[in-house]
């Protein structure tokens, strides 16, 4: 079974550039999570999507930051006008959403985003 | 909402020891409790789980205890062994919902 999958993996990018992440989650799954973990800290919940519908965007800087998953599967998050703030490794993470295991996640390898 | 605290940044222990990772949290809300392992230059995958309905859960080497009253709950590492060696992140989710509100993480050093 393939995993989830993120790219680009490294962005470099100067103050006030725009950057697009984008996710394949696992085939089935129907929860899509993004994350925002600094380095040395927790991953820190951005925005998840049950299918194609937003169900917890409160933590999602909505000024510049936004997130779409229009068909239910793949995702992209998007940076309109990056900070130095935003330095950190992005993840996406999908889960079943059903079952026993309803909540266990299964991480992508992360996109990390430099912003200089 | 939910905040999750992880008490140890970083642990030492020698090989063959245990390792113990402690956490609480705030919701009482919250009934799942999983933990993620995350290795240098690799993303988190995860190690094992506990569900409010029980108070301990072995998986090979691995036992996680939970102290529902205390809202605390614990990662016990047994006979540890280098490939051990990572950061180790505790996490709550409330009840019928799919939202993890992970830890800060505990960096656990296995020395020889």
């Known amino acids: 079974e393939a995993g989830v999958t993120q790219s680009p993996r490294y962005a470099v990018l100067q103050e006030g550039q725009a950057v697009s992440f984008w996710c394949d989650p696992i085939?089935?799954?129907?929860?899509l999570y993004w994350y925002q973990q600094p380095r040395d800290q927790g991953p820190q919940l951005l925005v998840y999507?049950?299918?194609?519908?937003?169900?917890?965007n409160s933590q999602l800087p909505s000024d510049r930051f936004s997130a779409v998953r229009p068909k239910g599967t793949n995702s992209t998050l998007k940076i309109q006008s990056a900070k130095q703030g935003d330095t950190a490794t992005y993840l996406c993470?999908?889960?079943?959403?059903?079952?026993?295991?309803?909540?266990?996640?299964?991480f992508g390898p992360g996109t990390r985003l430099t912003v200089l | 909402g939910e905040k999750v605290e992880q008490h140890e940044s970083t642990l030492s222990v020698r090989e063959g020891d245990s390792a113990v990772i402690n956490c609480t949290y705030t919701?009482?809300?919250?009934?799942?409790f999983p933990w993620y392992k995350q290795e240098a230059g690799k993303s988190l995958h995860f190690v094992i789980d506990?569900?409010?309905?029980?108070d301990r859960k072995q998986s090979q080497r691995l036992i996680v205890l939970l102290d529902k009253k205390a809202k605390r709950f614990s990662l016990h590492i047994t006979a540890t062994q280098p490939e051990d060696s990572a950061i180790y992140f505790c996490?709550?989710?409330?009840?019928?919902?799919?939202?993890?509100?992970f830890g800060t993480g505990t960096r656990l050093q296995v020395l020889p």
């Open positions: 993470a999908s889960s079943p959403g059903l079952g026993a295991n309803y909540a266990e996640q299964f």
């Open positions: 085939s089935g799954h129907d929860t």
């Open positions: 999507f049950r299918d194609e519908a937003v169900i917890d």
């Open positions: 919701d009482t809300a919250s009934s799942y």
């Open positions: 506990i569900r409010s309905n029980v």
């Open positions: 996490a709550a989710s409330i009840s019928n919902t799919n939202k993890v509100v």
